[in-house]
């Protein structure tokens, strides 16, 4: 089975174009995600590049207890329901647990796994049950060769419809590296998207909010995109000093066009007739 093949049976409809999955982190309410929304499809319209609107309905990984989780479940996904109804988008959000898988497939088209989560079999189970496209992010604990055993119990559980996300490995206690070397390794296991943002965290500050480097979110892009992502993962906000959630790495929605424009130029670059 050639490549081709493979990224049809995984449900990948982006072809050789750059797939790009892009939101705020949380939804913080309707009038945030819908600027976001209507921000980010018009930028994906203008490039001819396909989109997958993404935010969280939970924050369930928190480093402080009074760090901001979300506005309810429900309501969350009936935003992000009605955020892919109105622009006609898919939409992914994140899993926590095996019982919420089924909940959210209800709303959204694609189900991530989170990294810290990617080893949880009940989690994996659950979610290829559902039948939805189920991305799992690389945990920042494991080898880019370790994720072939997430991709088997998706596989196994009956759905061949499994990508990869990676979002970097952990650097001793307080930095994130991305190891380039992850893409060719994880495309063979199934379309690989990069995290670009969540990869330049700066996790357990003394503070108990998360740092980040985002003046670099454009020069890790061009490097994963380079290196053979088949697409990429952006929390943007329009105000992200603002943000509720990540507000340290986040891309600023303005300068969303100018990074998409960058990569797609390399993408198109490394292409392989």
């Known amino acids: ?28 309410g309707e009038d945030v995600a819908m600027e976001v929304a209507e921000g980010v499809a018009e930028v994906c319209a203008a490039l001819d590049l396909p989109l997958i609107f993404k935010g969280s309905y939970r924050k369930a990984n928190r480093s402080r207890l009074d760090s901001f989780t979300g506005i309810g479940d429900e309501k969350a996904l009936e935003i992000l329901a009605k955020v892919g109804e109105r622009s006609s988008l898919p939409t992914t959000t994140d899993i926590h647990a095996a019982e919420e898988a089924a909940m959210a497939a209800g709303y959204v088209d694609v189900l991530q796994i989170p990294a810290f989560l990617c ?41 061949s419809r499994v990508w990869l996300t990676e979002r970097g490995t952990m ?80 891309l600023p929605l303005d300068q969303l066009k100018d990074l998409l424009t960058q990569l797609k130029r390399v993408h198109a670059a490394v292409q392989v007739d």
């Open 1 to 28: 089975m050639n490549q081709a093949e493979c990224f049809q049976n995984a449900g990948w409809t982006a072809g050789n174009r750059l797939q790009i999955i892009a939101g705020p982190c949380v939804i913080e």
């Open 119 to 159: 080893r949880q079999t009940d989690l994996l189970i659950a979610a290829s049950q559902t039948g939805k496209v189920v991305n799992i992010k690389k945990g920042q604990f494991l080898s880019p060769e370790a994720m072939q055993h997430a991709v088997v119990k998706v596989q196994e559980s009956g759905n």
């Open 171 to 250: 650097l001793g206690y307080q930095d994130i590296v991305l190891d380039m070397r992850s893409f060719p390794v994880m495309a063979r296991m199934a379309p690989v998207i990069a995290d670009i943002t969540h990869s330049l965290q700066q996790p357990n500050q003394s503070s108990g909010v998360t740092g980040g480097r985002p003046e670099l979110i454009a020069t890790i892009g061009k490097a994963a995109v380079a290196a053979g992502a088949n697409g990429v993962f952006i929390e943007t906000h329009p105000r992200p000093g603002e943000a509720l959630s990540d507000s340290a790495n986040m």
